[in-house]
């Protein structure tokens, strides 16, 4: 979905988000829909500016979600109200799972395949947990041929055939039973699964009133349908908890029984929070990923070669048969001539990964006196989780280099303002300072995947220069260093293409020369064919066989060649002539494609669900006939393929799907209700407490998620579980007037001045049980540190019922540190060391902790 | 009224609390950072729900002011938002004391202050019913919003209504804002929400307030001080958001005052003249 | 109308209060002078002399305290000639007839070569001092009856300016009555009769000083009936509070105005009651604590406004 799209909602929740304050901006669109007639909730532990604006406020304990939605999930099956025609031919809802499988409700909160030594699911193996009794029942697979003998390391794919090694995988059709009866369908196993999921349990486990729950869901049936559709709104309140993934999913798959994914006003509107996040996934700064998504090589699969990989990693029967194409343009992109057939494209030069390198765990390393030093580029882990964790853990770099703005609390982390002794700090830290985004090109990618163009308009002060400068500078540096070196772990450097030397003309106003190219840089992630130069136009025309550069095939045809201009389709150009999708404002990757698997958007025959939810369809008007959108959208499905076409089990990608297959990324082309792949802790979304949570589950006997990743290390102890001493259930959350750790806010005198300071808000009943009145100094606890803060005495926050049991819900806005013009205690003093499965997010939204009235330090 | 009189109309209910409207202010006006603890007395932290701002002031020329109305038991909630600044009154209190020219009509009918004339007497401070104009310590002179004369003047708006994202605080010309600001009550009212009323001008609605303390209370559009022209559309009695529910020129008192004066002058005139007169001791005996 | 809480002051404090203090010691000494001369003999000669001496310097000090309370002291010109910076403006006197203040501004200046004329006068009659020109001006002026009307009218203009400008804002307790400029005058003539008092205690003769005592009853009894009136009126507007209770004026104002002031003259320079005063120099004390009480008055007349926002 995209945030323009939301106008056309005829019902939006909000939850896990506060839009309003978050996304401002952008939450123009939801008003346009309410100002239509739409209905608006907000489903929330507090009462926000969000829910201020909202026809609704439906109150909830956080880190329940999975329990709201699940019973949402029970809602539409007992009442039938599942847009039967959508859910039986887009989703996989009629599959046949295996009949080994077991659900939690069988295992008492364990799914079949778990064990408790390694805690996990499923064989060996990072990341995808294939566990065997959660698979589909197949037909037979088609017939194998022979393939060519593997070669050398170093030269493992040159003459092999593609087509054929990725065909040697076709899988069987999934079996099914399209008049949903038989118990292993995934429809009837989602019926078990959610079976508990009831209003009473609603009330029970989230504390949200019976009334209200039901309100939701006949709100979000009622107007879900041929002619009316409508949408989640989500951000970090979902994502961030042990079990965040399959809270995402659950609304995932509520979009799917309801008919919403890929229409017009329908689905799930993700919220990014930062300018460029989602670029930042893009282009990968993750290290689990490499640009474009595609996986790192890790040497704890089967990755060993070139060949291996694509084996391993290219899925036969989804648009993502195309990996083959897609790793090989992103060698020649980095390797350039160096990168050919015999060396495997440069494969063998890359490192492996072999293990868990995210955030979190990499400072567990660095405590441990692993990690000599560091690179902090807008980056400000001093204030990031367990906060004096990371502090610490600092303080065994022996060197640090910061980019950016102000001295951040990083940059300062060895002072005493930042808890520490200057004298027992060896830390060698250098501070640059960096260039604000007016003063340097680029272009950033935001939450609705759109690639939008900045041009420099001023020079940055004194000496700052721009990110792109300092690793520029650097790896040349680098490469000039390792230009004589034949060792092979050098190659890497000494072989990578980094040649972005601005020309000219695109530096004659500026002070500093020798400011690297965005733009070039633009046109090398976008994909050019090697022997003419030629930008690529799109993704269809990358090739593995080494005749194409692409550093991230995703963003092919955001710079194009037009009757022989290269035209730059990131460039904003106003949109009052542009229609609402607005193609011109920003390129949205893929292809320009804006609401993703719109297909959905038309029957199986191709055919608008309904005049007013009109999007794409199959225009038989035509010749030859096609996909249509007249709204200026991108179509996403292939525009030739009518709807009747049938399933080819020879097919390779989405030849094998169906022409009622919307969903081209998946390898049945359907939208997954039950997710046999993909996720460690389990493929149906299930309750599981916060890792520290003032209560026990009572939906099973498993507590927590069995899977969450936890760090017993010393600075890093939980709370007890459901135990006296942390007894309140506290979020954590950002404001409007403020940025993450306030590194660009709380400088600025105009949003400083607007909240100057640290506050905990808590409700009356609390407040009053303390003695604390409003804006008293009081300070809020946990096994890891405090936090001092003003109290903020407010109704908008309350005592849950939690089973019988009152608990105090409370919440702190984290965006204080102790640098700036607006100071203020570090709230990440107070969280832990904890992540899902999945991912490694942490749990910062749902956690325990006390307060009391009082200053921290006197 | 000015014929042709720009000003804004405040749509509340569109107000998400965002404050873009305080921040783009301060950018365009470059006003700085108030010095909270030197100019008011307290620490930067006011806590008054989201309000750390307290009061329009010299350098704070608009102000949003959140209002949380929430039952104990919770069943009933809202959080009243509004933004507040100089509202250019058709008869402004502050004008018509101002004893220098210093503020001024201009040709868009609105008030703005020439910086170059204020002797800083504060006298339109003690005389805006709303609490508006303040004086500013630094510079010796009186500060409120001006509807960015500035901008008026090359054709565009003012900066907080471009910042709105939800075009809460809309521009124009103020006979158009009325019509448009008319047609949203009657839009709100037909959705059930019959608190909905005009501060400034009284277009004809009436209604009744649906939730908070003053449920119940019935409520209907107001013209104010001759007209404001940046108006509002509340939810609530005028007092809930801070606002006098019947604000008063300071002219109102001028005549009647000098008529007692006068009067006052009279009778002490004649009492003491008697008094004076009324000595016993003789002339002669007192020398 | 009460006025709301959620006003701002015009911090109109000490230099305000002790100017427009000094401007009514001003011109109630000059009006008082003008009933002394219209109804008293040559016995009272001496007194009223003296008194002549009294209002210049206080109009002096008057506009220079005023000055230095304003922000931008050296604009003061813009009260009286239109600044270029208001070019909208015909120019180039400066006259707001809606403004209070700006009627004053030139009450006061026009009423300033009043206070020298009499000054000029008394000064030759009582040191004997002349200047060329001006003291041969000033003493046929002072003997015109048409410029002593006029000078009588100037001087009650600029002892009720300052109470109907209060009257004309929205503060709390200064603008909830129409009684401020009666107010203003009453204790201008009230500070005007205190100065005769000292002066008559220290030079006057036993009849000036009996009839300065009748005058100080009887514009204490008029005074008290606008001080109830006053009162009353606040009370049942509800911001009685501000000056009654409020620990920054209360205590001032009934003490102060309401008993040295006020009940003071009437209790024990008056016909019944206590018969104080009886001695001519005794009369010194009593407009000196009369002068205190008025001074009591300013203060918590211009500070309740505050007390009034505060409470």
Known sequence: ?858 | ?287 | MTASTYLLSPEWEWLIMLALFAAGIASGTYAIMGLMHFGGDEGDRPVLDRMGLVPMPFMLLTPILLTLDLGQPLRFLNLLFTSPGAAERPGPIMFNTASPMSWGSWAMIVFAPFTLVAFLASLERVRGTTIPLLTPISKALQGNVIWLVVGELLALGVSAYSGVLINVTNQGVWSDTYLMGGLFIAFSELSGIAVAAIIAGRVGNARTAEGVRNVLFGSAIVSAVLLAVWLANLQALGSFTAIAASLLVGPVFWIGAVGVAVLLPIVTAGPFGLRVWQRTDQLVILGALVLLGVLAFRYATFFSAIAFIQR
């Not at chain 1, 090398?524 to 930008?535: A, L, M, W």
């Not at chain 1, 049980?769 to 890891?784: L, P, Q, W």
């Open chain 1, 1 to 858: 979905m995209f945030q323009m799209d939301l106008q056309h909602s005829d019902w939006v929740v909000f939850m896990g988000s506060n839009m309003a304050e978050c996304h401002p901006v952008g939450f123009k669109w939801p008003m346009k829909a309410k100002a239509k007639g739409a209905t608006l909730i907000h489903v929330d532990p507090r009462f926000t500016r969000t829910s201020a604006m909202c026809d609704l406020y439906v109150p909830i304990r956080a880190g329940t979600d999975i329990v709201f939605l699940g019973g949402l999930i029970n809602y539409i099956l007992e009442n039938k109200k599942y847009f039967l025609e959508y859910m039986v031919n887009y989703t996989n809802a009629a599959t046949l799972i295996n009949s080994g499988f077991k659900d939690t409700e069988d295992n008492d909160g364990f799914f079949s395949g778990y064990d408790p030594q390694r805690r996990a699911y499923g064989q060996p193996g990072p990341r995808v947990a294939i566990e065997p009794t959660w698979q589909y029942q197949r037909g037979a697979a088609p017939a194998r041929v022979p393939e060519p003998p593997m070669g050398p390391q170093g030269s493992s794919i040159k003459g092999v055939d593609i087509p054929t090694l990725v065909a040697n995988r076709l899988p069987g059709q999934p079996l099914e039973d399209k008049t949903l009866q038989n118990p292993s369908t995934v429809f009837q196993i989602l019926r078990r699964h959610y079976s508990r999921y009831t209003p009473e349990m609603v009330e029970r486990i989230c504390g949200t009133p019976k009334d209200l729950f039901l309100k939701v869901a006949q709100t979000i049936t009622d107007r879900s349908n041929r002619s009316s559709t409508g949408a989640f709104v989500y951000a970090v309140g979902w994502t961030q908890h042990t079990t965040g993934v399959q809270l995402i999913r659950t609304a995932a798959m509520i979009q799917a029984l309801l008919g919403n994914t890929g229409r017009p006003g329908g689905g799930i509107m993700a919220l990014r929070g930062h300018a460029s996040i989602q670029g930042s996934t893009d282009i990968s700064s993750l290290y689990h990923s490499l640009p474009a998504y595609l996986a790192t090589m890790d040497s704890r699969r089967a990755h060993d070669t070139l060949r291996e990989y694509i084996q391993t990693e290219t899925e036969p029967t989804s648009f993502w048969s195309n990996t083959p194409a897609y790793i090989i343009s992103q060698l020649k992109a980095w390797f350039g001539d160096a990168a050919t057939a015999d060396n495997d494209y440069g494969y063998d030069w890359l490192p492996k990964i072999n293990g868990d390198h995210s955030h979190l765990p990499v400072f567990v390393e660095m405590a441990d006196g692993k990690i000599k030093g560091m690179i902090l580029t807008g980056q400000n882990p001093a204030t990031s989780i367990n906060s004096q964790f990371q502090r610490k853990a600092m303080q065994n770099l022996e060197w640090l280099v910061v980019l950016d703005f102000y001295e951040t609390e990083s940059a300062a982390f060895w002072k005493n303002v930042a808890g520490a002794d200057p004298a027992k700090v060896k830390t060698e830290v250098w501070f640059l300072p960096a260039a604000h985004i007016a003063e340097k090109d680029g272009s950033m990618t935001q939450t609705q995947r759109t690639l939008q163009w900045h041009d420099k308009a001023a020079d940055p002060p004194g000496q700052a220069r721009s990110d792109l400068y300092f690793w520029y500078a650097l790896g040349k540096k680098l490469k000039a260093r390792y230009a004589s070196s034949s060792a092979k772990r050098d190659l890497p450097i000494k072989n990578m293409t980094l040649n972005y030397d601005p020309d000219p003309e695109d530096v004659a106003k500026w002070k500093a020369k020798d400011e690297p190219s965005a733009f070039k840089i633009l046109k090398e992630i976008n994909g050019f064919d090697v022997k003419t130069g030629n930008v690529l136009n799109t993704f269809a025309d990358l090739k593995a066989d080494g005749s194409t550069a692409a550093g991230a095939w995703i963003y092919t045809g955001t710079v194009q060649l037009v009757s022989g201009q290269i035209v730059n389709r990131a460039r904003m150009t106003p949109g009052k002539n542009d229609g609402w999708v607005s193609p011109n404002w920003g390129w949205a990757w893929p292809a320009n494609r804006h609401n993703l698997y719109n297909r959905a958007s038309a029957d199986p025959d191709g055919n608008p669900w309904s005049d007013r939810k009109k999007y794409t369809y199959w225009d038989t008007k035509a010749t030859p006939p096609v996909w249509k959108n007249d709204s200026g959208e991108g179509i996403d499905f292939t525009p030739t393929k009518a709807p009747g076409t049938a399933a080819n089990p020879t097919g390779i990608g989405v030849a094998f799907h169906s022409g009622r297959d919307p969903f081209l990324l998946k390898v049945d082309g359907k939208a997954w209700l039950f997710a046999p792949t993909g996720l460690l802790d389990g493929p149906l979304p299930t309750h599981y407490e916060p890792w520290e949570s003032p209560v026990k589950n009572a939906l099973y006997k498993q507590d927590r998620n069995p899977v969450a990743k936890i760090w017993d290390v010393q600075g890093n102890k939980y709370n007890e579980f459901a135990g006296a001493q942390f007894p309140y259930s506290i979020t954590t959350y950002r404001l409007t007037e403020h940025h993450l750790s306030g590194t660009m806010t709380r400088w600025l005198p105009w949003l400083a001045e607007l909240m100057p300071d640290l506050f905990v808000e808590l409700p009356p009943e609390l407040a009053e049980e303390k003695g604390i009145k409003n804006g008293d100094f009081v300070t809020v606890t946990t096994e890891r540190g405090a936090a001092e803060a003003r109290a903020l005495v407010t109704r908008r926050l309350r005592p849950f019922m939690i089973d019988g049991k009152k608990v105090y819900q409370i919440g702190m806005p984290w965006h204080w540190g102790y640098m700036g013009i607006a100071t203020g205690d570090v709230v990440n003093n107070l969280s832990s060391l904890v992540g899902d499965p999945n991912v490694s997010i942490h749990e910062g939204k749902a956690f325990t902790a006390d307060i009391r009235k009082g200053r921290a330090r006197q």
């Open chain 2, 1 to 287: 009224m000015t014929a042709n009189a720009k000003g804004m109309f405040v749509d509340t209910t569109l107000c998400t609390g965002c404050k873009a409207c305080q921040v783009a202010c301060k950018q365009w006006n470059e006003l700085p950072m108030e010095d909270e603890a030197a100019v008011r007395g307290h620490t930067a932290f006011i806590g008054n729900s989201y309000d750390n701002t307290g009061h329009l002031s010299a350098t704070n020329w608009r102000h949003v002011k959140f209002i949380e109305q929430i039952t104990p038991d919770r069943t009933d909630a809202r959080w009243l938002m509004m933004s507040d600044s100089c509202k250019h009154c058709e008869q402004a209190g502050c004008l018509e004391v101002c004893p220098t020219g210093a503020l001024y009509r201009t040709q868009f009918g609105s008030v703005d202050i020439h910086q170059d004339v204020c002797i800083g007497c504060r006298y339109c401070v003690g005389a805006c019913p709303f609490g508006v104009i303040d004086f500013n310590q630094r510079t010796g002179r009186v500060n409120k919003c001006i509807l960015c004369q500035d901008r008026m003047e090359t054709g565009e708006g003012t900066a907080c209504a471009k910042s709105c994202p939800t075009a809460s605080l809309t521009f124009g010309k103020v006979d158009d804002l009325k019509q448009v600001a008319a047609a949203r009550v009657r839009e709100l009212h037909a959705q059930g929400k019959s608190d909905a009323y005009i501060y400034g001008w009284d277009l004809g609605n009436s209604g009744v307030i649906t939730q908070g303390p003053n449920k119940g209370t019935a409520v209907k559009d107001m013209e104010v001080v001759g007209g404001l022209n940046v108006f509002y559309l509340l939810l609530d009695k005028p007092e809930i958001y801070g606002l006098p529910s019947a604000p008063q020129l300071p002219q109102r008192n001028f005549v009647p005052s000098a008529g007692v004066a006068l009067i006052s002058a009279a009778v002490l005139g004649v009492t003491g003249l008697a008094a004076f007169r009324r000595r016993r001791l003789a002339e002669t005996a007192a020398q």
